[in-house]
């Protein structure tokens, strides 16, 4: 187990936050596995959202959120604390400011190491990942109009490539549409979640000789 392997990987592969700007192009998206799917023609909203990476003595973890099942869109998904921004906010403070909001965690307890490949939805959202580091486990309070659970998965789990596939839905129109999941026990950890955590693995272990060998060197 290498706790400091694993920091030290973040803030050397990952974008410092200084170079966020609100006009960024997305590097991944929805569309990457469905190039057959029309893209819309419009003006992405930008959001952000926290990857929170807990410390924990007998391995990393990334906390992630089960959304409540009394909201509008995505009832029940497993997310990251996140969303739009506010005018005026950049993508870390968007990104802190949902964190304390959904789950009660303070801002004095995440350390911000930088952030990963931006991401277009396919609703319209430029969302930009920003990585936060966690020294000690958090206390945490969910918001039940917004979170319905908050849980650990880890880091090893995530960033083994082989528990990411492929899976896919019918859509009405005849059309399949793909994305990316990692099942973990009984949560479907899938959709623009999964392909955050993808391309998170993509920058962090994408140009290694042996991807598996140094995921397991930062993880245990």
Same mark, same amino acid.
């Given at each position: 187990?290498? @706790?400091?392997?694993?920091? /030290? !990987?973040? =803030?050397?592969? *990952?974008? &410092?936050?200084?170079?966020?700007? $609100? ?9 990457? @596995?469905?190039?057959?799917? /029309? !893209?819309? =023609?419009?003006? *992405?909203? &930008?959001?952000?959202?926290?990857? $929170? ?9 990334? @906390? ?157």
């Amino acid at each position: 187990m290498s @706790l400091d392997t694993l920091r /030290e !990987r973040l =803030v050397e592969r *990952l974008a &410092p936050v200084e170079t966020w700007r $609100p006009d960024a192009k997305g590097v991944r998206s929805d569309f990457d @596995l469905n190039p057959m799917v /029309e !893209r819309p =023609v419009k003006t *992405l909203r &930008p959001a952000a959202v926290l990857i $929170p990476i807990v410390a924990r003595p007998e391995g990393a973890t990334v @906390l992630l959120t089960r959304r409540a099942d009394t909201l509008a869109s995505h009832t029940g998904q497993i997310a990251f604390p996140g969303g739009r921004l506010d005018p005026g906010e950049n993508a870390v403070h968007a990104a802190l400011r949902e964190a304390d909001e959904e789950v009660a965690l303070k801002r004095d307890a995440v350390e911000v190491l930088g952030l990963s490949d931006t991401y277009e939805t396919g609703t319209g959202f430029l969302v930009t990942p920003v990585i936060g580091w966690l020294r000690k486990p958090p206390v945490v309070t969910p918001s039940p109009d917004e979170v319905a659970e908050v849980f650990e998965t880890p880091w090893d789990f995530l960033m083994d490539a082989a528990n990411h596939r492929r899976d896919f839905y019918d859509m009405d129109a005849g059309l399949r549409r793909w994305f990316w999941a990692m099942p973990w026990g009984e949560r479907y950890i899938w959709g623009v979640t999964a392909s955050i955590l993808k391309g998170l693995h993509a920058r962090l272990y994408g140009d290694e000789a042996e991807p598996d060998a140094a995921a397991d060197e930062d993880a245990a």
